[in-house]
């Protein structure tokens, strides 16, 4: 059972938008950034998302993200194929002092 | 041009010690803010953080596996190793390095690609 709470799984066809949540607590996203990871099929995850909001450079500015109270949510407008596989949010735990993780969803593009 | 990569042994038997490898380079561990962290993923399942450790030798661990994890840095080598003890099948996951960005955060920019332990008898 991970901290953090996200759906197991997402769909959309090519060209639609489609949004991930990650609900936590006041402990975590409540008080702490976060961020997202993207996880090609066979791949190591990818930084997506940084402090809340922000894309790494080469990121497509088709991904954002944001955070209000205790829950965050992944944006992805224009699906492409390309975009298929998992997605992650992690953030900091002030409780646990440590990092955790969602469950993690999977995008399909139908 | 960072850069990370695990090393270690791909198959263990239950109650054995696993000791993994993380050799990086493009940073130094002898530098202020920097740290290193393991992650794991079992075969289809979530993320799961096991360890960080900074350049000032202060180490965070996962509470659930804390009493069987020991993560050390040796600076010269640009090398960081992680220790589980009494592995079990359950422990049976893709083991990632990873390079946080900023100290006590989930930002990670920069992942190995990863290692594959699997624990059977």
């Known amino acids: 059972q991970s901290v953090l709470t996200q759906p197991p799984s997402v769909s959309g066809t090519p060209g639609q938008r489609v949004t991930i949540s990650c609900s936590g607590r006041?402990?975590?996203?409540?008080?702490?950034?976060v961020y997202w990871y993207q996880q090609l099929p066979g791949t190591a995850p990818k930084l997506l998302i940084y402090?809340?909001?922000q894309r790494p450079s080469g990121v497509p500015d088709r991904f954002s993200g944001s955070k209000s109270g205790t829950s965050a949510s992944l944006a992805i407008s224009g699906l492409r194929s390309e975009d298929e596989g998992d997605y992650h949010c992690a953030t900091w735990d002030d409780n646990l002092s440590g990092v955790v993780f969602g469950g993690g969803t999977k995008l399909t593009v139908l | 041009q960072i850069t990370l990569k695990e090393s270690g042994p791909t198959l263990v038997k239950p109650t054995q010690t696993l000791t993994l490898t993380c050799t990086f380079s493009?940073?130094?561990?002898?530098?202020?803010?920097?740290?290193v962290g393991w992650i794991r993923q079992p075969p289809g399942k979530a993320l799961e953080w096991l360890a960080l450790?900074?350049?000032?030798?202060?180490?965070a661990y996962s509470p659930s596996l804390q009493s069987r994890l020991t993560i050390t840095k040796d600076t010269s080598e640009n090398q960081v190793v992680l220790t589980m003890t009494n592995m079990d099948p359950a422990d049976t996951a893709t083991y990632y390095c990873?390079?946080?960005?900023?100290?006590?955060?989930?930002?990670?920019?920069?992942w190995g690609q990863g290692t594959l332990v699997t624990v059977s008898s």
């Open positions: 450790i900074y350049w000032d030798d202060d180490k």
């Open positions: 402090g809340n909001s």
């Open positions: 493009g940073f130094s561990l002898s530098a202020g803010g920097v740290g």
């Open positions: 990873a390079h946080p960005h900023a100290q006590y955060s989930a930002y990670f920019d920069y």
């Open positions: 006041s402990s975590n996203i409540g008080s702490n950034y």
